[in-house]
């Protein structure tokens, strides 16, 4: 069993920043491929980023590329979310996922975050 925390979401303008972090706990994070979805109001989950277990291969959503970067410390049992230049449409309720493989994470992940909130004002 694998539990994850999500923590950095908040309030910003559009063009600002934002970092997510998700905590792992339980069986060995660095096994694990990790990834990030989003949730808008209104809408069905997307995919947003995924990274391999070694850390050496990443996945985007093309309506991120280029400005949000998926990374991982497996010291720190932690995958993170940079999330830069961001639009109003940014918004939603962010969730860290993680899976056996990176294919796995993208196509159904076997385990759930809570989810944190990402606010992008106008």
């Known amino acids: 069993q694998v539990q994850l925390v999500e923590s950095g979401g908040g309030l910003v303008q559009a063009g600002g920043s934002l970092r997510l972090s998700c905590a792992a706990s339980?069986?060995?994070?660095?096994?694990?491929?990790m990834g990030w979805f989003r949730q808008a109001p209104g809408k069905e989950r997307e995919f947003v980023a995924a990274?391999?277990?070694?850390?050496?291969?990443?996945n985007y959503a093309d309506s991120v590329k280029g400005r949000f970067t998926i990374s991982r410390g497996n010291a720190k049992n932690t995958v993170y979310l940079q999330m830069n230049i961001l639009k109003p449409e940014d918004t939603a309720v962010y969730y860290c996922?993680?899976?056996?493989?990176?294919?796995?994470?993208?196509?159904?992940?076997?385990?759930w975050g809570q989810g944190t909130q990402v606010t992008v004002s106008s």
């Open positions: 996922a993680a899976g056996t493989y990176i294919r796995t994470v993208v196509a159904g992940p076997d385990y």
């Open positions: 990274i391999s277990a070694s850390g050496g291969y990443t």
């Open positions: 339980g069986r060995a994070f660095s096994n694990y491929a």
